[in-house]
């Protein structure tokens, strides 16, 4: 065995059959791991672990692929795009010098752009998992990601949101009410994102007629997206919807891709479909990607790696395709990967620090199911930390609950909140705009104006007709 792969701590030495065992047994603990078979056995074997990890060299992942590079395509465009000119600077150092080095005052904002292309994502996995919470702060706060579409997202001083108007049978009226509601929060400048509850071309094209209509009707600076699959947003742009961003879940192997029903050519198939359209008027980043710790396990895909690198590895796919966003659904997969709010905590910062370090408009989705052993306030500390780092983006739900994907995630007053606490702003071009419709005021970074904004009341009468019409068709005034 390699001496690499072995450490010795007083008269007893640990061995580690290969890189992957390594990394895996120096990760922080959570469920999915131990699901897995990989996670450390004690806590003594993963400081091991850390202290033999921190003494490999850099040099080493760029070897020792942990997905042989014959049989996995994400493997082949880690490697085969890596930047060697960009990774000179530091090629030299060893985990634990490179850890240092990003604490450091050297590691600039500058810096840190310079040297994106020459991380691979297991070195940025790797050097994570010797970071406490607030080293992944640090570092993901002086990473600078700015992207455009019809609005420019992740400038200083900015902290935006995908308004989600999830309605459990894609009934139009209750999400327009959603859109109203959010907006009327001054949320949205992200993106306004729907999930279908059915997925099919019929109405994936009616839902992006109608968000496309709201969005020219009020001439909003934001974008939209019918998250559905990638097949049939092709479908949807070659018979003419109006269709902005291409969203794809992906994870950071070939067979969890598979497992999607996507690979790398069907997504440059789709980018370069959208790219063709040119609806963007401040830039040209059309995808919009999720991924989230535990996919590639779920999928069986994971090739003996812990997770948290398997999620790093779904990075570099999202980097390969200058996506306008990226979020980690950090908590929504379940219990069986992040059992509680702790792990959750941690897993949310991890996943920020590893998209920002490679590059990426990176967002996540501050949420946990039902059955996991997470509350509100887990929800808000999180959604605090990942602030205090500089996250580009979170969701915003009416009150904080999905009722069509039935799990917990931030709300519209979420997003004030963090604003209003740490003096950030949404969007440039969609400040200006939430400015002119009179939606928010000129005091500060979450000033809303008291009253209905009189752009909007004509739409809100509608609405409430609507809600009217329904009552007086079905006693009961239920409308179902």
């Not at 779904?314 to 908590?331: I, M």
């Not at 969701?395 to 609950?401: E, R």
């Amino acid at each position: 065995m390699s001496a690499k792969y072995r450490y010795t701590l007083g008269d007893r030495t640990y061995r580690f059959k290969d890189l992957a065992t390594l990394m895996a047994r120096a990760t922080p603990a959570r469920s999915g791991d131990r699901l897995a078979g990989v996670m450390a056995e004690t806590a003594e074997q993963r400081v091991v672990a850390q202290m033999a990890l921190a003494e490999l060299p850099l040099r080493q992942f760029l070897q020792e692929p942990l997905v042989p590079y014959e049989e996995d395509e994400v493997t082949r465009l880690i490697l085969d795009s890596h930047d060697r000119e960009a990774f000179a600077p530091i090629a030299h150092l060893t985990l634990g010098d490179f850890r240092n080095w990003l604490l450091s005052s050297s590691a600039t904002p500058a810096a840190l752009t310079a040297l994106r292309s020459g991380l691979t994502p297991e070195m940025v996995a790797a050097v994570s998992k010797l970071m406490r919470n607030q080293d992944l702060i640090l570092v993901a706060q002086k990473c600078r990601v700015t992207t455009a579409f019809r609005n420019t997202i992740g400038l200083p001083g900015r902290f935006s949101t995908r308004l989600q108007p999830n309605h459990p049978t894609d009934d139009a009226t209750g999400i327009a009410a959603s859109i109203l509601d959010g907006l009327m929060y001054a949320n949205g400048d992200a993106v306004i994102g729907i999930n279908p509850a059915t997925d099919n071309l019929a109405q994936c094209k009616r839902l992006l007629q109608l968000l496309d209509e709201v969005i020219q009707h009020y001439q909003i600076p934001t974008q939209a997206c019918v998250l559905t699959h990638v097949t049939t947003a092709l479908e949807a742009m070659a018979q003419g919807a109006p269709l902005d961003l291409v969203f794809q879940s992906i994870g950071g192997t070939e067979a969890t891709n598979r497992s999607f029903g996507v690979d790398l050519g069907l997504l440059a198939e789709a980018r370069d479909a959208a790219l063709q359209l040119k609806r963007g008027t401040l830039g040209n980043n059309v995808m919009y990607f999720e991924t989230g710790q535990g996919s590639a396990l779920s999928a069986n895909a994971h090739h003996g790696l812990d997770q948290q690198t398997c999620e790093a590895r779904a990075y570099a796919v999202a980097r390969h395709f200058q996506p306008l966003l990226v979020n980690s659904v950090v908590g929504f997969i379940g219990p069986e990967y992040l059992f509680d709010g702790r792990e959750i905590i941690r897993a949310g910062l991890e996943d920020h620090f590893c998209g920002k370090l490679l590059g990426l408009p990176m967002g996540v989705d501050v949420c946990y199911t039902n059955h996991a052993e997470a509350d509100q306030n887990d929800m808000d500390n999180l959604l605090t930390l990942l602030a205090v780092a500089g996250c580009t983006y979170i969701m915003g739900v009416p009150g904080a609950d999905d009722i069509m994907l039935n799990y917990q995630t931030t709300s519209f007053h979420d997003a004030l909140y963090v604003r209003e606490a740490l003096g950030l702003k949404p969007a440039p071009e969609f400040e200006q705009w939430l400015l002119r419709m009179q939606i928010m005021d000129e005091q500060g970074s979450a000033g809303l104006h008291r009253g209905l904004a009189p752009g909007f009341a004509p739409a809100l009468a509608r609405v409430l007709d609507a809600d009217s019409d329904v009552g007086e068709s079905h006693p009961g005034g239920s409308g179902k």
